[in-house]
């Protein structure tokens, strides 16, 4: 079955304590993307990657980092959480890259909570 | 960057009843436009897309309509029923020299959708 996992799905840290939200796909697509919703804001883009070893920023990447390693993976890294990045966060991927315009599959998002 | 502005925020119609929902976007380069639905607790999913283009789009009891001069594309649900009921975004994409801008999706802030027995 193609899916889209994340993990965790919910989690609740301390301020400064690092953690690490997975993303993980198995339908072989180039490009992953992480997103945060916020109410009243919408989807967010925060970093995407077209493939392996590319990565870009995108609205609002302050306080994170990724990192592609391998095609199906793409880790959301916060080294250093704080309250207002509580929100819940989405890993998305499409088939496609430059000039694609492919549907893109969401997984089923992480609800972070930062004390 | 690219700017998307979606209204109503809030929009309740009575069974049967159609509902319109409006974007507009800034950058005239964005050729691709996307509608995405999330129910309640649950991740958002497309339902319909338009490429620049064409001016209109339908399936089923959804249409999308691009007007490319003005900068703004809508969605139409007519016959609406309770399974509609949801949270809408409609979003864009730049296309830009830079491959690194080529795959950015900017989405509107979301249109809740309430369908009223």
């Known amino acids: 079955e193609a899916q889209v996992t994340q993990n965790p799905r919910y989690l609740i840290t301390v301020t400064g304590k690092k953690l690490t939200v997975t993303c993980s796909q198995n339908?072989?697509?180039?490009?992953m993307s992480w997103y945060r919703q916020d109410p009243g804001l919408g989807l967010r883009q925060i970093y995407y990657?077209?493939?392996?070893?590319?990565?870009d920023k995108g609205d609002v990447p302050e306080g994170y980092k990724v990192s592609r390693k391998e095609k199906r993976n793409f880790p959301l890294i916060l080294e250093s959480p704080s309250p207002n990045q509580t929100s819940l966060y989405f890993c998305?991927?499409?088939?496609?890259?430059?000039?694609?315009?492919?549907?893109?599959?969401f997984g089923p998002g992480t609800r972070l909570t930062v004390l | 960057g690219e700017n998307v502005e979606q209204h109503p925020s809030t929009l309740s119609v009575q069974e049967g009843d159609s509902a319109v929902i409006k974007c507009t976007y800034s950058?005239?380069?964005?050729?691709?436009f996307p509608w995405y639905k999330q129910e309640l607790g649950k991740r958002p999913q497309l339902i319909i897309d338009i490429r620049s283009n064409v001016g209109e789009k339908k399936d089923q009891r959804i249409a999308v309509t691009l007007n490319k001069t003005a900068k703004h594309f809508s969605l139409h649900i007519t016959e609406t029923q309770p399974e509609d009921s949801a949270v809408y975004f409609c979003?864009?994409?730049?296309?830009?020299?830079?491959?690194?801008?080529?795959?950015?999706?900017?989405f509107g802030t979301g249109t809740r959708l309430q369908v009223t027995l």
């Open positions: 998305a991927t499409k088939r496609g890259t430059v000039g694609s315009y492919n549907e893109q599959f």
């Open positions: 950058d005239s380069a964005s050729n691709y």
């Open positions: 339908m072989n697509h180039e490009y």
């Open positions: 979003a864009a994409s730049i296309r830009g020299q830079d491959t690194g801008t080529a795959s950015k999706l900017t």
């Open positions: 990657s077209m493939n392996v070893e590319v990565t």
